[in-house]
Structure formats: structure tokens, C-alpha cells
């Protein structure tokens, strides 16, 4: 497994293993089976694990799996779906949420701890969902005078090793967070080769993945890859019931032509495209989606293989599926 340096974090493995699919939130997969991919992760190389009290069981799994004595060099992080609660509850929510996915993982502490929310400016009004706005998104307000204190506080305590935010909302917002002092040590930013983030994005302006990243790497920043297959829409074919309107079934049915490429080639689309995550510029490692070790398998074949090279990523980057304008 190959590493590189997570900004001010560290050394870590190119690869993250991610709690969505462990926790069974991204299709069918067995307790069993969850545990044991997270055994094959760290037997392979895989030195971080992303979990969240949302990602349903996955904290509980992580806890069943390692009874509170990680091994030597593994690392752990959680977040906490702030939203915009009254500025008197910012700390109490952020200390709760810690302190319960502190019990679940059987840890005394994590390593990064991230806001599990956009941010956005005190006056936005979403697209989509505006009425439900408060629960997934942080006011700006918040952020500046309540959230950056409250976890610079929870850093200096020990109780986490260094904060991060989620950097799938708003761009405009994301990125100047990212310039906001204190800074954030990482940001989650998508990195996929369509530049979506699917049905994370309530927001009408364009998505600009590689804007925070660039942005972020300006800053010294580390950037944890997500979405490398968009949700499954960068597959074969997406394993779990979507309605035909969903935001994953449209960049599906967008990426037809990729797996047209995919077969030309003799490929298969979901290790062309973790390769193709591995290699845009500025990310340092890649979270993993999986649920099952089959899933796990064939993406540490694609790090094993490595990045793609330049004539492919051109072919794949001339089909012209790039949401950024949309």
C-alpha cells in the first residue's frame, strides 16, 4: 500500500476505508461480513478508518472488531451533523455526538473529528429542501463563533487529534472555510471523474470538486477523496433500488458512454474509476465505499495498479461528463 502526507495529519495510506458500506447503508451486506472487511483493510495496508454515527453500524462494528484496542498505526475518525442548532447548543451537540461515538468505537479518543454538515452564509436559501435547511447545513455564524471553538477546545483536551470539515456543499462557502483561520487540517471533497456529488448536492450553483481541492492544497490542507464511483453510478450497475429520478441513477445513466470506454478497454468501470480518483491532483487519500470484501478487493487492485496514466485519463476526461457546469 502506498502512502502519502495528509497535510498537517500525517502519513496515511492512499487508501481510507469508509463507513457507508461497513455500516450498511450502501446496499445488502451481514455484520459478519463487515467485520471481516474491516480485518481485511488493516491486513492490507489500510491505516485509517472514516467513520460516523450516521453511517448507521458502522461505529458499533468498529467497536465489535478492535473491543477498544486498536492496532499499532491504525487511526480513526467520526463527525457530527451540526446543522444550525441556537448558538447555546453548538457545544453540548458537538461534545454529545463525540462522546457517543467515543462509547459505540469503546476509544478514548478520535483523530480527526468533522463537521458532518455544509456551511453555508447566514441568508442562503437552499434549492432543495430549503424547509429542512437547519438539519444538514451549518450557518456560517456558527461555524466562525461556535464550531471552530468548540473543537479547538476538544484538540486541546486530547480528546481529538485534529478537526476536519466535509467539503460536498456549497463550493463558494467550502472554500472559504478552507481560507477561514483557524483552518480545518483536511476536508472531504469529491473526486470522482463526472466532478458530482450526486444527491449530496442541495445547492443550484455548479459543483466545483476540484476548485476546493485546489483550494485546499493552497492552504496546506490534506484531502480525503469521497465518492470515487459516485454512489455507484461509475459501476456496472448500481446494486440497491433508485428511483429513475434520483440524482445517482441520472449519473448513471450520464456515464453510459464511460462504460462503453470501460469495455473497449476490457476493464471493469469501478476500477477504472477509483484509478482515476487516485490519480487527480491533490488528493491524498481515497475512502472507500465498500461493503463486503469483494468491493474492498478490487479497489486495492486499482491502488495497486496505480493511477491512470495520461492518454487514458484524456479519453475518459474527452467524453465530456463533466457535471462542473451543470
Given at each position: 500500500?502506498?502512502?502519502?502526507?495528509?497535510?498537517?495529519?500525517?502519513?496515511?495510506?492512499?487508501?481510507?476505508?469508509g463507513?457507508?458500506?461497513?455500516?450498511?447503508?450502501?446496499?445488502?451486506?451481514?455484520?459478519?461480513?463487515?467485520?471481516?472487511?474491516?480485518?481485511?483493510?488493516?491486513?492490507?495496508?489500510?491505516?485509517?478508518?472514516?467513520?460516523?454515527?450516521?453511517y448507521?453500524?458502522?461505529e458499533?462494528?468498529?467497536?465489535?472488531?478492535?473491543?477498544?484496542?486498536?492496532?499499532?498505526?491504525?487511526?480513526?475518525?467520526?463527525?457530527?451533523?451540526?446543522?444550525?442548532?441556537?448558538?447555546?447548543?453548538?457545544?453540548?451537540?458537538?461534545?454529545?455526538?463525540?462522546?457517543?461515538?467515543?462509547?459505540?468505537?469503546?476509544?478514548?479518543?478520535?483523530?480527526?473529528?468533522?463537521?458532518?454538515?455544509?456551511?453555508?452564509?447566514?441568508?442562503?436559501?437552499?434549492?432543495?429542501?430549503?424547509?429542512?435547511?437547519?438539519?444538514?447545513?451549518?450557518?456560517?455564524?456558527?461555524?466562525?463563533?461556535?464550531?471552530?471553538?468548540?473543537?479547538e477546545?476538544?484538540?486541546?483536551?486530547?480528546?481529538?487529534?485534529?478537526?476536519?470539515?466535509?467539503?460536498?456543499?456549497?463550493?463558494?462557502?467550502?472554500?472559504?472555510?478552507?481560507?477561514?483561520?483557524?483552518?480545518?487540517?483536511?476536508?472531504?471533497?469529491?473526486?470522482?471523474?463526472?466532478?458530482?456529488?450526486?444527491?449530496?448536492?442541495?445547492?443550484?450553483?455548479?459543483?466545483?470538486?476540484?476548485?476546493?481541492?485546489?483550494?485546499?492544497?493552497?492552504?496546506?490542507?490534506?484531502?480525503?477523496?469521497?465518492?470515487?464511483?459516485?454512489a455507484?453510478?461509475?459501476?456496472?450497475?448500481?446494486?440497491?433500488?433508485l428511483?429513475?429520478?434520483?440524482?445517482?441513477?441520472?449519473?448513471?445513466?450520464?456515464a453510459?458512454?464511460?462504460?462503453?470506454?470501460?469495455r473497449?478497454?476490457?476493464?471493469?468501470?469501478?476500477?477504472?474509476?477509483?484509478?482515476?480518483?487516485?490519480?487527480?491532483d491533490?488528493?491524498?487519500?481515497?475512502?472507500?465505499?465498500?461493503?463486503?470484501?469483494?468491493?474492498?478487493?478490487?479497489?486495492?487492485?486499482?491502488?495497486?495498479?496505480?493511477?491512470?496514466?495520461?492518454?487514458?485519463?484524456?479519453?475518459?476526461?474527452?467524453?465530456?461528463?463533466?457535471?462542473?457546469?451543470t
Amino acid at each position: 500500500m502506498k502512502h502519502a502526507t495528509l497535510g498537517s495529519f500525517g502519513r496515511v495510506s492512499r487508501l481510507t476505508l469508509g463507513g457507508g458500506g461497513i455500516g450498511q447503508g450502501w446496499g445488502e451486506t451481514s455484520r459478519e461480513e463487515a467485520r471481516e472487511t474491516i480485518k481485511l483493510a488493516v491486513d492490507s495496508g489500510i491505516d485509517l478508518l472514516d467513520t460516523a454515527p450516521l453511517y448507521r453500524n458502522c461505529e458499533a462494528i468498529v467497536g465489535e472488531v478492535f473491543a477498544g484496542r486498536l492496532p499499532k498505526g491504525l487511526r480513526v475518525t467520526t463527525k457530527c451533523g451540526l446543522g444550525s442548532p441556537p448558538p447555546s447548543e453548538v457545544a453540548a451537540n458537538l461534545e454529545q455526538s463525540l462522546e457517543a461515538s467515543l462509547k459505540t468505537m469503546r476509544l478514548e479518543r478520535v483523530d480527526i473529528f468533522f463537521l458532518h454538515s455544509n456551511i453555508c452564509p447566514d441568508d442562503y436559501v437552499y434549492a432543495v429542501k430549503p424547509d429542512r435547511q437547519d438539519l444538514f447545513a451549518t450557518k456560517w455564524s456558527l461555524y466562525v463563533d461556535a464550531f471552530i471553538p468548540t473543537v479547538e477546545r476538544l484538540k486541546a483536551e486530547g480528546k481529538i487529534g485534529a478537526w476536519g470539515i466535509t467539503g460536498s456543499g456549497l463550493p463558494r462557502t467550502i472554500i472559504r472555510a478552507l481560507r477561514q483561520t483557524p483552518r480545518p487540517a483536511v476536508v472531504q471533497a469529491v473526486t470522482n471523474l463526472l466532478d458530482s456529488a450526486g444527491g449530496l448536492r442541495n445547492y443550484e450553483e455548479p459543483a466545483e470538486p476540484r476548485a476546493v481541492i485546489a483550494a485546499a492544497k493552497d492552504e496546506g490542507i490534506g484531502v480525503l477523496g469521497i465518492r470515487a464511483v459516485q454512489a455507484g453510478a461509475l459501476t456496472s450497475a448500481i446494486d440497491r433500488m433508485l428511483s429513475p429520478r434520483h440524482p445517482e441513477s441520472r449519473d448513471f445513466e450520464r456515464a453510459a458512454p464511460y462504460r462503453v470506454l470501460c469495455r473497449e478497454w476490457g476493464q471493469d468501470p469501478a476500477i477504472v474509476a477509483h484509478r482515476y480518483a487516485l490519480g487527480m491532483d491533490g488528493v491524498d487519500t481515497l475512502i472507500l465505499g465498500v461493503k463486503n470484501r469483494a468491493e474492498l478487493k478490487q479497489c486495492l487492485e486499482a491502488e495497486a495498479l496505480g493511477p491512470l496514466d495520461s492518454t487514458a485519463v484524456a479519453r475518459i476526461d474527452a467524453l465530456g461528463l463533466s457535471a462542473q457546469a451543470t
